[in-house]
């Protein structure tokens, strides 16, 4: 390897993003405060509906669970998600005692399947968490078709959508319960650690926000400001810690006037990889329907039996030529505590399980330039020939 090494993903961190983040550090206010409140509402204005209830909280993580957790999920409860996923997604279910469904894929879209969703209702399923594979947009309406006639909740995972568009509408807008973006380090936009919870639902937004600061009737920007008496407030759950603090929000702030800009780069790249590889022994990344919106956070190509060349392998190659790549994901039925708690098989989730064995996800992020991705095309290339 004569070239530096190619990371899997970097953020892209400017001079108005280390300015804000400069400036929230000299006014003194580091925790959440004032610029926590002004992501929020941005955040609903980039949306483009104002009158959201969005809430700042320090993990996508902690989004779903203060989701699933206000729409009173517990002990007894089943909350159906897709095998293939991080297991943030299903955690959070088990933190409030209830218990997970998981279910296939589709293997076209890589996205939880809405038919193997309808076959796992039990009396006990309360609600679908669908999670948006690599920034394409789950089949919503099917989703949101099911759970109407079953009477469920839905909690969308979006920690890979954004800007998804869905039924040309922002995930984010949909008819959903909730929905729980990402913006750790690798995602379109980052506030290092970080999530935001979107949501209709008035009570569910004043649950999640009392929730989020150890179930006090009021948050610290309210107790530390010239109001009176400032110094009072009321426990009233036990809540957890998981607000975002101005130091975070003030990224996000300036993060977000590029996320537009910040995908269109991606999906730049996306295009590049599409043109690459046609005719290439392997199964390019998944597209968006036409006049829909994929945020491109992860390109996953699976090798074809053709190929010659076990995935590891691969992977080994591509490292040898110096670039970074990754699987996402190592689904959660291989996974010891999924798969030793509910008994899971590989044959249960074929579909899954074939993408597992023949995916690998290579470096898609905005600060790559031309030359890092013709970088990537040559290393596939010249891996593949090996």
């Given amino acids: 390897m004569t070239e530096p090494f190619l990371p899997f993903a970097l953020p892209e961190i400017d001079d108005a993003d280390i300015a804000e983040v400069v400036d929230t550090l000299k006014s003194g206010w580091v925790t959440t405060g004032p610029k926590a409140k002004r992501f929020e509402s941005d955040f609903a204005e980039f949306l483009g509906e104002p009158s959201l209830h969005c809430i700042a909280v320090n993990s996508a993580t902690a989004g779903l669970h203060l989701a699933l957790e206000a729409l009173g ?36 879209t890589l996205n939880i399947d809405p038919r193997a969703v309808e ?76 999530g935001m919870l979107v949501t209709r639902d008035a009570a569910l937004a004043q649950r999640a926000k009392v929730m989020r600061l150890h179930g006090m009737s009021r948050d610290a920007f309210d107790r530390f400001t010239a109001k009176v008496p400032s110094w009072y407030y009321e426990v009233v759950a036990p809540g957890f810690k998981y607000n975002l603090t101005d130091i975070g929000a003030a990224l996000g702030l300036q993060q977000l006037k ?64 110096g670039i970074g790549c990754s699987v996402h994901y190592i689904p959660l039925h291989l ?39 013709e970088r990537v095309i040559a290393a596939v290339k010249s891996a593949l020939a090996a």
């Avoid at 590029?258 to 790249?269: L, Y």
């Avoid at 491109?296 to 053709?306: K, N, S, T």
């Avoid at 098989?345 to 991705?373: G, T, W």
């Fill in 258 to 321: 590029k996320a537009r800009r910040f995908q269109q780069r991606r999906a730049e790249i996306a295009a590049r990889f599409d043109e690459a590889f046609a005719g290439l022994p392997l199964i390019r990344a998944p597209q968006p329907p036409a006049g829909e919106q994929h945020a491109w956070h992860l390109y996953a190509i699976r090798l074809q039996p053709q190929a010659g060349v076990a995935r590891d392998r691969f992977i080994e190659r591509l490292f040898e030529r």
């Fill in 73 to 108: 999920i517990g002990p007894g409860d089943e909350v159906i998600t897709t095998t293939h996923t991080f297991t943030a997604t299903a955690e959070v279910v088990r933190y409030l005692g209830a218990d997970v469904r998981l279910v296939d894929i589709d293997p076209a």
């Fill in 119 to 194: 076959a796992a209702i039990t009396p006990a399923t309360k609600a679908i968490m669908p999670v948006h594979y690599a920034g394409l947009a789950a089949d919503m309406p099917a989703i949101h078709a099911i759970a109407q006639r079953h009477g469920l909740k839905v909690v969308e995972d979006a920690a890979h959508a954004l800007p998804t568009t869905s039924a040309g509408r922002l995930i984010g807008t949909l008819a959903s319960d909730a929905t729980v973006f990402s913006f750790y380090a690798n995602k379109t936009i980052t506030t290092g650690e970080g």
């Fill in 335 to 373: 996974q010891p505590y999924w798969r030793d708690r509910y008994q899971l098989k590989s044959s249960a989730f074929p579909h899954s399980q074939q993408a597992y064995e023949q995916m690998l996800s290579l470096p898609i992020y905005s600060r790559m330039s031309d030359a890092d991705v």
